[in-house]
């Protein structure tokens, strides 16, 4: 596709469920990102994957969260037993991974979870 | 470790008025920075970047190692800039291309 592709848009879940949320990168790119954006506040980064090194989960806030992405293609972000304080965007970014400087990323529309 | 701030969390003005919106950051390496925006109802995207010096919807942004910022300036706002402005930070060398943000700037450009 033309861009990063994000699915669902929208997703309202039950305390206590398990949410997965996909992300479909912009062909060719190997870096990937999930960002989360609560309401009011800035973007909080939870994990980055480049190519086959490790991925970077600094960013995840528990171990409810875990994200596996497919070589370089979609990736998987897992919410398990999700609680009210998770309820946020989540979104996702792409961008070619190089050694030349100013590589732009490219972020989806985001999935809207909210959780009651 | 890589730190952006963005001191104001509103800042409004009126339409025609000149707008600076504040970035500072902190990194001891040789940094990358950018500033992306979200409009009402859009995705995030890149506004500019500090390499290519360039001026995008007017707006420009120089990068000041001494003082370790990156100011985003307009000298006459309009309407349309109403939006949401990050500030981001990457290393420019190495294996982690990790972009960290700022938490943001709401602008709003009143008539």
């Known amino acids: 596709g033309a861009g990063v592709s994000q699915s669902p848009s929208n997703k309202v879940t039950e305390k206590g469920k398990d949410v997965e949320l996909r992300c479909d990168p912009i062909s060719g790119h190997t870096a990937l990102y999930w960002y989360r954006q609560r309401l009011g506040q800035g973007l909080e980064f939870l994990i980055y994957f480049q190519g086959n090194s490790a991925p970077d989960k600094s960013g995840l806030p528990s171990d409810r969260f875990s994200a596996e992405r497919t070589g370089e293609s979609v990736s998987t972000l897992t919410i398990q037993r999700t609680q009210q304080e998770d309820s946020a965007v989540y979104l996702c970014a792409s961008s070619p991974w190089d050694r030349v400087a100013g590589n732009t990323i490219y972020f989806g529309e985001g999935s809207w979870l909210t959780v009651v | 470790a890589q730190r952006v701030t963005q001191p104001e969390k509103l800042l409004s003005v009126f339409k025609g008025a000149p707008v600076e919106l504040k970035c500072n950051y902190s990194?001891?390496?040789?940094?990358?920075l950018f500033w992306y925006v979200q409009y009402s109802r859009q995705r995030l995207q890149l506004l500019l970047r500090h390499i290519s010096r360039e001026s995008i919807k007017g707006f420009t942004a120089d990068l000041n190692k001494g003082e370790t910022s990156f100011h985003l300036k307009k000298p006459f706002a309009q309407e349309e800039d109403s939006a949401m402005y990050y500030c981001a930070l990457r290393y420019s060398g190495g294996s982690n291309y990790k972009l960290t943000f700022g938490k943001g700037t709401l602008l709003t450009v009143n008539p």
């Open positions: 990194y001891s390496g040789s940094p990358e």
